[in-house]
C-alpha cells in the first residue's frame, strides 16, 4: 500500500536559518504530493502541492518538488522565522478512486529567536 | 468560503459513553473525509463519502463507529461504547470531485475518555 517516510523531530532551527524536511514516498501510479502544516490546537492547513513529476510547490517561502525517481518531495526554506514553528506533515493522494490521503507521522519544527 | 466546521472542539467523557460529532465541509464540496489523529501521529483515513453515499471504510472503523451524511451536506461520527483507545483528535475533510484537488481540514474534535 501507499506510505509516506519524513525525518523524524523535532527540529530546532535559529531565526533566519535554513530549513530541510526530508520525505520520501511509495505509491503504486502517480500519486498527488501534499505538505501541510499543523499550529498548536488547530487543524491541518494546506501548505504547498505538486500533482507530476517535476512539478514545484512552492508557498509563504516554502518549496518542495515532485522526484519521481527518487520518491522524494522534500520541504525547504530559504530563511524560517519564529511564525513558522509548527508540525508539518508530508502526504500523498491516491491517484484514482477516492483520493484518500496518506500522511507521514510529522515533524515538529521549532524556530528559536 | 467559511471553511470545514467541526463540532465540538472538545469532548470529554466517560468510558462507555457515546458519542457524537458534526462536520459541516465547506458548501461546494460534495467529497467528505473523516481522520483519526492520535498524538505524535498523522491523521489515519477512516472513511470517505461522496455526497451521501459512504463509499469506503478503513479497518480502523470498528463496528462501534457510524458516520452518516445523511443529505449530502454535513456528516456525523458516533463512536458507541467509548474505549480507552478511542482517545485521539477526529478530523473532518473535505473537497471538491475533480481530480487533484486538495482536502481542506476543519480544526478537528479532540475525544478523551475517562
Known amino acids: 500500500g501507499n506510505s509516506v517516510t519524513q525525518m523524524e523531530g523535532p527540529v530546532t532551527l535559529s531565526e533566519e536559518a535554513f530549513l530541510t524536511i526530508n520525505c520520501t514516498y511509495t505509491?503504486?501510479?502517480?500519486?498527488?504530493l501534499f505538505w501541510y502544516v499543523q499550529y498548536p490546537g488547530e487543524g491541518l492547513q494546506l501548505l504547498l502541492k505538486?500533482?507530476?513529476?517535476?512539478d514545484k510547490g512552492s508557498n509563504k517561502g516554502f518549496e518542495a518538488t515532485y522526484r519521481k525517481e527518487t520518491t522524494s518531495f522534500h520541504l525547504e526554506k530559504g530563511s524560517v522565522q519564529v511564525s513558522d514553528s509548527a508540525v508539518y506533515f508530508c502526504?500523498?493522494?491516491?491517484?484514482?478512486?477516492?483520493?484518500?490521503?496518506?500522511f507521514g507521522t510529522g515533524t515538529k519544527l521549532q524556530v528559536i529567536p | 468560503d467559511t471553511g470545514v466546521s467541526q463540532d465540538p472542539r472538545h469532548k470529554i467523557t466517560k468510558r462507555g459513553q457515546n458519542v457524537t460529532f458534526r462536520c459541516d465541509p465547506i458548501?461546494?464540496?460534495?467529497?467528505l473525509y473523516w481522520y483519526r489523529q492520535t498524538l505524535g501521529q498523522g491523521p489515519e483515513f477512516l472513511t470517505y463519502?461522496?455526497?451521501?453515499?459512504?463509499?469506503?471504510k478503513s479497518r480502523l472503523l470498528s463496528d462501534r463507529f457510524s458516520a452518516e451524511r445523511p443529505k449530502g451536506s454535513f456528516s456525523t461520527l458516533e463512536i458507541q461504547r467509548t474505549e480507552q483507545g478511542d482517545s485521539a483528535m477526529y478530523l473532518c475533510?473535505?473537497?471538491?470531485?475533480?481530480?487533484?484537488?486538495?482536502?481542506?481540514f476543519g480544526d478537528g474534535t479532540r475525544l478523551s475518555i475517562l
Open positions: 475533510a473535505s473537497s471538491l470531485e475533480t481530480s487533484n484537488q486538495p482536502q481542506h
Open positions: 505509491a503504486t501510479g502517480y500519486p498527488s
Open positions: 505538486a500533482t507530476k513529476a517535476d
Open positions: 502526504a500523498l493522494s491516491d491517484p484514482g478512486g477516492y483520493q484518500k490521503v496518506t
Open positions: 458548501s461546494e464540496h460534495n467529497r
Open positions: 463519502f461522496q455526497n451521501e453515499a459512504q463509499l469506503e
